[in-house]
């Protein structure tokens, strides 16, 4: 693994777990023929069944997988834990519930065979009672389903529903045998995708006044993912459901006063303490590290290919030069032979060389010569600078009448020229003036801040501020612009109405014969600035340059002023409490930027459980489905029923649950009301150990519907008992 | 071990004509050809009957309630009629179905909390009706895209319909 984290409290995700054994199914002849009841617990996330008289059940994640494996393209049949173990089983994954809901029964029907396989049934039927759990009011047709699995495809010979949490209560709470059961309490069921809210009243449970919450485990978990989410749109890696559920059962807890915990974590130090961190897995980007020596090869082998080609380069204009030597040559030569021959083959040759005529001639050679001679100039004065000597200019004062044609346009030639140098001369002499004033300047600046280094750094200090000052008000000039009707937009609107008037002139001028004076003085055109709102960008250019020179030199020169307090670390400064909200990490350290840090979200994501609206799901919180549950009993059997206020289902595991529900109920309860909340001894098992206590007993027979039964009544219809559901049941 | 009368019963598939790498972990754990004799040869799943979808569920759920309902209250007024002077005591409750058990929307005032950091959020940034805590968030979602405010709304439960 790695090194220890420099932070303490950095989490690492779980490792993937190891595959899971393969399970080899039990003996049956413990329970051939005997009619062991069989338990079933059928739940959302994990399925539980066992025979009624084991202790333990076996447990699964409640998932099927049915998919062609891709080594030996078999298909495969797998079940919790296995589908896992393949990457496209999981994405094949199927499972009974939607939510709360039963649907799914080509599921379920895979769930119950791995279920019977494990326990080694061999029968042609399942030849035991079963006891079954169900939703809290289940809808019908999933029941209906459910039976007719049951009853036809495994030939049950009977079958009993209860409702999960009932039964952990039931357990919790155990009559002493061959009493009977008169337990009261107030039931508090969490489960997967709902939380519930059941009375029981003398081992009765009342379940036309149990209320449900359309809200659980499996939501809470995709709205922290979803929080994560929001809070780190750019996370180098993909978080799962799988690990946010994982950091809900983990790092999340009940706040018991919710307002006040909020109200402590606006401190950032309090948010800095209160976090927890998760490391998820990064990679480290491979740097080849190149020693020393490899630089410097690679440095020289630079240097030489940029040596190799300025020779070429070199060579190259030698050789030009050449050719336009050869070529000039050629010409004089030929120019040459115009003495001696004759006009037609002299102008028979001069247009083999392509030249029109004499004149031609001479300009192309006198071009030539002029190459020839800069690049050998060039060449012999490499690296100087040619001083520009002054050339003269003799024409220019020679009066026009003097010069014919062609020294009247040569005379122009040099009036331009001298024109130019003269310009050239003028820029030069000013540039140094304006050189010598500058470090005039600057020469002052240093004697002053020599002379009293507060009082300039000072003095460059409020041109600092005056220019952030500036800087902000055009900011916020912009937005204001934005904003439709804000009262800097209406001016606007109304200096361009008034530009676009008609009649613009002041009625005095008019009368005067007056025309729109608009213009004429030059700060007329500033209302232009004003209107257009997109033109700011080169003030603030020029504002941003002179910022940086100040800063430039107070940085250098002023001990208390730091990096800390220029323009650009003020704007990029964030908040503390945003800061210790979601500290942000460098550019290259990639293990802090694969970190998650959660604060607020520890307590924000429980906290959905008594305000689901937080979440956008418009239903009562716990607090008030408690309340509202009370309300409809007399304070005689409120009184019985809040001194066994019980939580069941495994959600109920996260921290600070209890005293969270005792704070809620205790309140909207009269004051001598004793008071009391338990939760199961056992959150996750309970409800299958009730069930099978329960199964034990003589009762199951009674509260069972039989085959025959079904096949009378269908398979929505069941028997009225203490811990099942009343929808469609007959009273025994 | 096995009982008599089970067939082989391992778990796994295992190629009898051996690949060399063996079963893989997928084929271990895959109870596909395990026997099933519990299961009844003559039980056909209606093929015809599809999936039912969620929702369908519901609706079907809430007719049913309906109906429930109404008959009920048939009966009540029946037995009225019958025993002229009202019944006294017993009245039954109303069934519970799976969709008339679902708690009411919430009635207590919302309290209102800062959409980027969770904590209590006084103000509402009036561009997008995000709610902040103080004015460092208020920057923060000033620099937001119109995207990412949207998916801020969207865990809220506010989904702003766009034009």
Redesign the interface.
Known sequence: MSTVPPTPNVIRLPTPAP?PV????A???EH?GKGTPLVIDNGATTLRWGWATAGEPFTGPNVIA?YK?R??N??????GE?VD??SG?RAQARTPW??D?L????ALEHAL??A??QL???????EHPVLMTE????????RALTSELMF????VPSLAYCVDSVMSFYHNNLPPPERQYTADGLVISFNTAST?VVPVLGGQSI????????WGASQASE?LL??I??KY?AFPTRVTTVQSSWMLQNLCEFATDY?AL??K??DPLELRASERIVQFPFTVPVVEEKTEEELARIAEKRKEQGKKLQEMAARNRLERLAQKEVDLQALLNLKERRDKENKKEWMALLQEEGLENEAALDATIKKLDAELKKAKKKEAEDDESIAEDEPSFPLVDVPDADLDEEGLKEKKKQRLMKAGFEARARARREKEREREEREAEERMEDEERERDLTAWANKLRKEHEALINKMKGRARKKIELSDRKSAAAQARMKSIANLAADDRVPKKRRKAGGEDMFGADDADWAIYRQINTAAADSDEEDDLNQLHAIEQKLLAHDPNFTTEHTHASILSQ??A??SA?KPLYEEGDLEGRSRVHLN??RW?VPETWF???????????LG??LQ?VMARFSDGEKGKMVQNVFLAGSPSRLPGLQPRIHCTLRPILPPEMPLQVKPASDRSLDAWRGMADFAKTAELSKVSVTRGEYEEWGGERIKRWWGG????ATPI | MPPKGSGKRKLGSTDGSATPQGPTLAEQYSYLHAPRPFKNPNYSKNVNRRARVLKNVLTQERERERLERDRRRQEKEEAMEVDEEAKDGVVEDDMPFYTSIEAPPSVLPQKRYCDITGLEAPYTEPATGLRYHDKSVYELIKGLSVSAAKDYLAARGVNPIVK
């Open positions: 595959p393969v399970r080899t199914p003996s049956y002849e051939r049915k494996e080594k030996h078999k298909p495969v049949l797998l079940f296995g173990c393949e089983a939607e939510g809901v649907l799914n029964f080509d065979d791995y019977f396989v080694g049934i061999d029968t042609p039927a399942v939703r809290l009011s289940s809808p019908l047709h999933s036809e495809l495994y030939s519930s379940m036309s006044h149990a209320q449900r919450i359309p709205y979803k929080l989410q929001l749109p307002p909020l109200r974590l606006k964030r908040s409490l945003l909200f607020v979200e924000r305000s689901p609206s937080m979440a956008g799901v418009d239903s009562a919180g008030e489905v509202n559901n009343w929808n469609l």
